[in-house]
């Protein structure tokens, strides 16, 4: 399972000319999943995302997490997360989950998620084609990938 995190003053998505979600200052958050993924990748990930020191405290430090500055939290399923691109230039989705794996898998993590904010999470549209806006704050950009656990 990968993420990609973006600390955000605010974004939305859009699907079909209408507003689905819309946060103020918090994280973007656009997951894939992968084949191999299971509950273990979703507690690793869930774990870390609330617990990233990634907001600024009173003297300017990153030395806060979402939780502490009441941040919103906005999911968005990805699965071009997955791509590979060692070879050519069209990129393989082959270590993407499919939808019968995938959408369970990330159902599960936005519950997971939301349990651990104590507070409901925004999400986009599984498997939908999404108009995703933000304005990046920072900007602040991170990746997580729960098979690579340094």
Partial sequence: MRLLIQRVRD???????TLRS?????????AGI???????????????LVQLRIFD???GTMNLDVRQTGG????VSQFTLMAS????????????????VSRPLYERFV???????????????????MQVSLTNDGPVTLWLDSKNRE
């Fill in 85 to 100: 691109t060692r070879r050519g230039n069209r990129p393989s989705y082959v270590a993407a989950a499919p939808e019968a």
């Fill in 111 to 129: 519950a997971a998620a939301a349990a651990a904010l104590g507070r409901p999470v925004a999400t986009g549209v599984f498997g939908a084609d």
């Fill in 72 to 75: 919103e939290v906005l999911v």
């Fill in 22 to 30: 819309a946060i103020g200052p918090g994280l973007l958050v656009f």
């Fill in 11 to 17: 974004a939305s998505v859009v699907i079909d000319g």
């Fill in 34 to 48: 992968g084949s191999d993924d299971g509950d273990e990748d979703i507690a690793y990930l869930v774990r870390k």
């Fill in 57 to 59: 405290d009173a003297q």
